[in-house]
Nanobody, 124 residues
């Protein structure tokens, strides 16, 4: 069983940047597809970005394209989300998620395990 722990969230002004990290325990991280999702108060959890096991296949939600970058370091068992040009509408709890196997996956139900989330707040 893989466990995920997110970090790096916080309060930032609009236009600023944050880098989220997701540390994974277990030996299967390097062979798993990973993703980032977010959930704002009163809204459903939504897809942000996904990456396959090697980092060679990546997908982004239209709302973050050109501003966010997902990456992974399999040697460190860590997933990242670099967030630039942040907007107030990016405010949410951000979750990392993983699933066994290849590919990239855009639906929350497709993931097998989740972190506890980290709060990102962007002030205007």
């Amino acid at each position: 069983q893989v466990q995920l722990v997110e970090s790096g969230g916080g309060l930032v002004q609009a236009g600023g940047s944050l880098r989220l990290s997701c540390a994974a325990s277990g030996r299967t991280f390097s062979s798993n597809a990973m993703g980032w999702f977010r959930q704002a108060p009163g809204k459903e959890r939504e897809f942000v970005a996904a990456i396959n096991w090697s980092g060679g296949n990546i997908n982004y939600a239209d709302s973050v394209k050109g501003r966010f970058a997902i990456s992974r370091d399999n040697a460190k068992n860590t997933l990242y989300l670099q967030m630039n040009s942040l907007k107030p509408e990016d405010t949410a709890v951000y979750y990392c998620a993983g699933r066994m196997g290849g590919g990239t996956w855009l639906e929350a139900l497709q993931y097998d395990y989740w972190g506890q989330g980290t709060q990102v707040t962007v002030s205007s």
